[in-house]
């Protein structure tokens, strides 16, 4: 039986490619960064080689990218900063965010009894920019905004242009969970004037626990762990040679390649589209999963008609990889948070699946699950 694998939004393959130069890295450049000998100086120019080739993909400079494990450890990293060392006392963000951010968000007003208010969100699991207006002008308290330029769940795109322009109307800073935008959409931070983004190499084709986050010049941040001066004193700890490298070329490709990608991934995302309407008549796309332009081309997220509590583990019976929502959560079956906030109690109960896809996705896979579902129905 055909393994196929539609929960690309959870991770991704890892290219060729990108083996190569870790394994090339892991042979050649074993010294440690912080060493002053000449092992050392060629692992610390390799690492700020990439570096400065990762920030020339957003049009910004080498020092405003931070290498972090990932994620979430980013958003970690940011959204504390704000808070002790940025003079934020108010954070404006969503229900719907990954819980990287929420659950950071929630320890810090417990915390440190900062003020939360999260943006209204309308049926179709879109932030309300008249919302956000209405919070950000009725106070004069410093204030940081974190929202998600694509919703990991339903796919929903954030008019992040939109909402950069409005933080920096309003004089507060713009933090931006970009982890299921980087290597799927170009991002120019010198055009638009985010603060803070996020990065996780895992969704562009590389390893697990490596990442980045850029903090725009004169922001000055303080680390969260304690014990040397790496990443210009942000981030202790020896740098991850061999991963920072191998995630350079992952970027590098998937920068490269992007429109190819988007024009063939987009065509992928149609045929399933079409192949489960014909079946399911009324089927529904939960958010906007279902339009091409507001939602990401990668993700599709599907409400059936029906409630089938097994139907993830049959799928997956079947070798079907697909998830219910996040992956984010240590295995958790819970329902969705992010389908909780905007469909009623009756429409949440109907099992949803998240399809999420790749430049590895094919066509005949696609009409494989369909005509899985085919066979469902009858």
């Known amino acids: 039986m055909k393994a196929i694998y539609l929960d690309n939004a959870a991770t991704t393959p890892m290219l060729p490619e990108v083996i190569e130069v870790m394994h090339t890295s892991m042979q050649n450049n074993f010294g440690n960064p912080s060493s002053i000998h000449q092992f050392g100086r060629k692992a610390k120019a390799a690492v700020e080689t ?8 957003f049009n910004v400079s080498a020092r405003e990218i931070i290498f972090t494990a990932g994620g979430t450890e980013a958003d970690n990293l940011i959204l504390y900063n704000a808070v002790l060392n940025l003079g934020v006392t108010r954070i404006v963000t969503s229900k719907i965010e990954h819980h990287a951010v929420l659950r950071t968000v929630q320890y810090l007003q417990k915390q440190y009894n900062i003020k939360v208010d999260f943006v209204d ?7 309300s920019l008249g919302s956000l207006e209405n919070v950000l002008k009725e106070t004069s308290e410093k204030m940081l905004v974190s929202l998600m330029y694509i919703n990991n769940e339903i796919g929903n795109l954030l008019p992040i242009h939109k909402v950069a322009l409005l933080c920096k109307t309003y004089n507060a800073y713009f933090h931006s969970d970009t982890v299921q935008a980087i290597g799927h959409y170009q991002i120019d931070l010198k055009e638009i004037p985010l603060d803070f983004i996020v990065a996780s190499a895992h969704k562009f ?55 190819n990608d988007t024009t063939y991934i987009k065509f992928i995302k149609a045929e399933l589209i079409n192949g489960l309407s014909k079946i399911f008549y ?32 049959n799928l997956d019976l079947q070798a079907i990889a697909v998830s219910g929502g996040s992956a984010c959560q240590s ?35 696609v009409e494989m699950v369909v005509d899985i579902f085919r066979k469902y129905k009858n």
């Open 50 to 57: 990439a570096r400065k080739n990762i920030a020339k993909h």
């Open 121 to 127: 969100i309308d049926e179709n699991g879109a932030v």
């Open 205 to 259: 084709h590389y390893l697990k626990g490596v990442g980045f986050a850029f903090v725009r010049a004169g922001i000055a941040l303080q680390p969260m762990l304690y014990g040397g001066e790496q990443e210009k004193g942000v981030r202790s700890g020896t740098e991850n040679v061999h991963a920072i490298l191998g995630m350079e070329k992952a970027l590098a490709i998937a920068v490269k390649n992007i429109d």
């Open 282 to 313: 009324d089927i529904k796309f939960n958010g906007l999963s279902g339009d091409s332009e507001k939602s990401s081309y990668t993700i599709l997220n599907i409400r059936f008609p029906f409630t089938d509590k097994m139907m993830l583990f």
């Open 331 to 365: 295995g958790s079956v819970k329902g969705s948070h992010v389908l909780e906030v905007f469909l009623n109690e009756k429409e949440v109960e109907k099992t949803s699946i998240r399809f999420s896809f790749s430049k590895f996705t094919t066509v005949e896979e």
